[in-house]
């Protein structure tokens, strides 16, 4: 299923492709990392060693580090993970890092697809200009969060279409689609619960930048699902 997804993505991202084109090329792909992820689910149903919850560390290099925080939370929410933003001090300044915890295989969703994000949204960001005189800092925090805002909306369209279209596993012993999927989100839930019993969480930032309606078409015509489906991890980095 990642081989179509590799195939229609570089389909996509052809230059001779119009943006109608790559539009119904990315649908489909994130329908396949969608249904990739209902797929796994009910297999792990059947058998629970295929697919067990672990975690995995990512960390956050500046600049805008708090926003690809964001964009990493909004991906894991929509793939049924759960994260946790850390924060250290190195050399008297602040460094960031997200903790995950998720199924192994919903891991693998997220990571994948929030490197190629960031590396879309750095290319947007790019070609796309602030208005005169705004601070471009302000300008870029909040365009990353309306292109976040437009993938979590996408993300979730296409996760509950999968969820609707898949058929329960007979080893599911009864259960629906959607209670499989439910259960899988309370243990990765508690797992995090384990890790951290005593979490703190943070109102939604206000920012002032006027960037966000880019940002957020940006984010509708952003590829889901990524190029690099290899196991890659290069571009975390991404926006400068």
Same mark, same amino acid.
């Given at each position: ?15 001779? %492709? =119009? ?15 969608? +249904? ?12 629970? =060693? $295929? ?17 690809? %925080? ?12 759960? %994260?946790?933003?850390?924060? !250290?001090?190195?050399?008297?300044? +602040? ?26 949204? $750095?290319?947007?960001?790019?070609? =796309?200009?602030?208005?005169?005189? /705004?601070?471009? #800092?302000?300008?870029?925090? !909040? ?25 329960? &596993? ?5 259960? &629906? ?13 508690? /797992? ?17 930048? &006027? ?18 489906? =290899?196991?890659?991890?290069? #571009? ?5």
């Amino acid at each position: 299923m990642l081989d179509k997804v590799r195939k229609l993505l570089a389909k996509a991202e052809d230059p001779a %492709c =119009t943006p109608a084109e790559a539009e119904a090329f990315t649908v489909k792909a994130a329908a396949l990392i969608a +249904k990739y992820g209902v797929d796994r689910a009910l297999l792990a149903a059947a058998d629970p =060693t $295929s697919d067990r919850v672990g975690d995995r560390v990512l960390d956050m290099p500046a600049p805008y580090a708090i926003d690809k %925080c964001g964009l990493l939370a909004g991906v894991a929410g929509e793939l049924r993970c759960q %994260c946790v933003r850390r924060v !250290s001090r190195a050399g008297g300044h +602040k460094a960031f890092a997200v903790h995950l915890f998720g199924y192994a295989s919903d891991l693998e969703r997220v990571e994948l697809l929030f490197t190629s994000l960031l590396v879309q949204a $750095s290319q947007a960001l790019a070609v =796309t200009r602030p208005p005169a005189r /705004e601070n471009v #800092g302000a300008y870029r925090r !909040s365009f990353l969060a309306g292109f976040t805002h437009a993938i979590v909306l996408r993300l979730r369209e296409a996760e509950t279409r999968a969820a609707a279209a898949a058929d329960p &596993s007979p080893a599911a012993g009864g259960r &629906s689609v959607a209670l499989v999927l439910a259960d899988r989100s309370g243990l990765v839930a508690r /797992e995090m619960a384990a890790t951290y019993p005593r979490l703190r969480f943070e109102g939604p930032r206000r920012l002032a930048g &006027s960037g966000r309606g880019h940002g957020y078409a940006a984010g509708q015509s952003a590829d889901l699902g990524g190029t690099r489906l =290899t196991g890659r991890r290069e #571009g975390i980095a991404g926006i400068t």
